[in-house]
Structures are given as C-alpha cells and as structure tokens.
DNA sequence: CTAGTGCACTGGTCTGACCAGTAGGCTACG
DNA sequence: CGTAGCCTACTGGTCAGACCAGTGCACTAG
C-alpha cells in the first residue's frame, strides 16, 4: 500500500490517438470552421496508420459534429463551427431510455427560460426588442406549422439578450425534443387556436416587462404561459409538480 | 410553388443504415442494457454488408455512447444503460469552441440548482436529507481532493429529491465541464479553507431549510453559496451579471 | 477434482482493390 | 475567341482477405 500507486493501462486504439490529435486541433482553434483536412490517404501517411483506422476515427469526429466529409470532395473534410445537434442527439436519446416526461421537460424550459428572461430584463436592447416583437408578429399570422418557428425565434432572441450562451443552447435543444415528443398531440389539440391566441398575448406582456425592464415579472409570466401551453397534455400529479414553480 | 415538394435525396450510407437500425433497436428497448450484439462477423451477414462497415458503424454508436466492444470478448459489443458522459463531452466541446465563460457556467447552475433546491423541499424524503447530510459529514472530513466529491454528492442527492432527471443530468454535466476548467485554480486559491468552512455551512443551512420545507429559502441559499465560492475567479462584469439572480 | 493447456473465436489493424462521384483542366466545336 | 462538353486524376464509400493479440471455455493431464 505505500509503493508508487500504478494506474491501471487501457489498451488505446490506434484510431482514438487520431481521434485525439485531430479533435485537440480543432479545439484549441489551429483548425477553424471551413479548413480542410488532408484527404485519407493523406492522413494515413501523417498518422503512420491504415486507411480503416483513419475512417473509423473520421466518423468518430463525424459523430461528435466536428468534422463532415464528402464523397467525391476533392479536398480532405471539412471542419465544422460548433452546432448543438450533437447535444440535441444525445439529449434526445435521454429522454427515450431515461423515459424522461413531457412534465419534467417543461419544468426544465419553465427553468431556463424565466432565467434567460430575468438576465433579459437587464441586458436587452432595442434591437432585441424588435427581434421579439418581430417573431411575436410572425406568431399571429403564421399557419400551425409557422408557429412553433415564429415561438422557438421569440425564445431564441430572448435567451441571446439574457447573455447566457450555455441557457440559450439548452433551451432550444429542449424545445427541439419537446417538438419531437408532442408535435402530433398539439397539433390535433381542440383548443389548439386558443392556446395559440393565449400564447401570443402571453409573450407580448413579456416584452412589455421586458421594456419596463421588470424581470420578476417577466420570469413569472414565461412560467405561467409555458404552463398554460402545455398543462393540458400533462398527467395531473405533473401539473401539480409544475405549480411548485409558479410561486 | 404549387407542384409536389421534392424533398433533397441526401445519399444515405451503408453504415448510416446498420447505424439506425441497431440504434433504433437500442432505443425502443428491444436491446436492454447488458445484452450483446451479434460479433462483427456475425453482423456483416446479416446486414449484407462488409465488415469495415459494420466496424464503421459500432464506431458511431460507440462515440454515441449506446455500445462498448472490448478486444477479445468472445460475445460482441455490449448495450450500454445512458450514461452523460456523451452530453459531457460534447458540452465541453461548446465550452471550448464557443469559449463558454465560467460565469456563464456558474450562472447555468445558479439557476438550475436552485430549481432543483426549490423542487426538493416539496419532496425530500427522509432518506434524500441523510443523504444529503451524509455528504456534508464528508465534505467536513475531506481533504481538497474529497471535498469536491462530497460536494458532488450533496448536489446530486438534491437533484434526485428534486425529481426532475434532466436538471440531475444537466447539472451534474456542467458541474464536471466547471472542475475541468478551474479545479487547478480553486486548489491553489489562498483562501481555500475558508472558503470550504464556509461552503459547508451553507450547505447546511439548505439541509435545513429543505427539513423545514421552505423551498424559496433554500433556494436563495445555494445560488448565494454557489455565488460565494466562485465569485473571486470572476472578472467583475460577470461579478455583477451573476448577481442579477441574487433577488 | 483441480491446474494447466490449447483452441476457437473475438476485435483491432493493415493491405489492396474497385466503384461512383466530383472538380478542374483540356479539347474541340461553334 | 468563347464556350460546351469530355477526360482525367483525384476523392470518399465499400468490400474482401489477411494477420495479430487477446479472451473464454472446453478439454486434458496431473
């Protein structure tokens, strides 16, 4: 018990060093968005490795939304800016094994966005402003399929002004799922014009609050609207669960 | 714009398909964790397909986190129960290339904690509280490496009572991407002890609140202690943005 | 009955080959 | 001279076959 403590060795693949390099370089910035790599039989040479061994670390790095190549391309892959489906992906997969709910979805958005608005209330401009007035308008004349567009830009716009990129991330990634998860139910919902009318008075007190600078207020009123909107798909000890956030 | 609306044939890949179907299969609980996946071998027969794509796709689903295949095992590629560290790393991923600062790290958990906090005080058990005070035993005894555990823990109790797996999730990911970025800075903090003592009290306090079911108290508690312990690696505008949730 | 050995199988890697597709230069035609 | 079309030299996607080191299990020798 008192010798050098040996960590036990895991066998490392050849194709997660490649794995390793490529992504540390992506990361660290010495390859930005829209660089090319060298071709396959390029790395192969690079690496000292076969050409199985470098496709099959590509598609790990594919999978994990760095890189993207295609067929016939006659550059190496290209290098990705960072987007969130990797996140979406792996979050939507929680929610099938884990069998998250639709309750415990909303009350994670009735969370993170009264947040976002909260920081929102100090930190809007105007430009925000009218970006949310903007995708309020869209919500009152888009058709069914408009609507949600015209929600996910109101919220998109309100979490950018609340200055949080990690919130701004998460909700949309949750909304993406939700819309996975319940599009067909709201859309054959018999209240479905109410529920939108309701929604976008809702959001218009929420920029008014927003302009008077109360974020309480606002916080209070994306709750209760992200209540309203979804409380009747919800199984009552959900609701009940989600009350608790309503003060 | 009044004719049929093509949809763009992306081609689809011969691994992509191996990759949906057995993914599919993962899914929908026709695989459960544990089980086993027919060898490699096994698998090119079956999906009529080489064996550098069936190899090709494990590789996907292995970076998916849904398998593990280990050289030698004589049964194939082993089902794996979700586990985070997929969403782990690809939000660290977004922390790196999106350049996440850590106040918006702890302001994500500002939030989300005292959420978890508020929804625990409603249903706490009597097992979550000695959880939870077993932990905090453990973050008196600990040394700098234990405390971080410990504190771990508590947190984690708190997000079980709370009952909301997405926020347990999400806030145990974050919590990890944080200790990657500052646990070097944090352990050379001069002020380390008492900022440890001082933790541990507030932590009990949130104990006691939460026995006493007063959620909205034990709320403002963890978002001040989170606040207290991070505040000095903070430049002073993110100071200030994260005192924006301080009521 | 146990300890030890071997075998049959696994995943990891490499080589080499072929295909379909792309981009860009080249050619031939207008 | 300009351009339309072809041609070639690549690309990534896929397959086949081989070898290796490692594993688990059945079998065997003690």
Redesign the pocket.
Known sequence: MGGPRFEPVR?V???ERVVEQIEEAVESGALTPGER?P????L?VQF??????V??A?RVLQARGLVR??????N??EVLPFSPVVLKKSMTTLARVSELSLGELVQFRMVLDAAAVLLAARLRTEEHLAEMAAAVDDMKAADAAGFGAADAAFHDAVARAGGNKLIQVCTDVVRAVMVGLVEDRLARAPDREALMRRSVAHHEDVIAALRAGDGPLAARLTRQSMYDYYAGHLPAEERAALRALLE
């Open positions: 066998a693949r050849a194709y790599l071709s396959e039989r390029e192969m000292s490795v076969g050409r199985s061994t496709r099959e590509l190549s295609r067929p016939g391309d006659p190496g892959a």
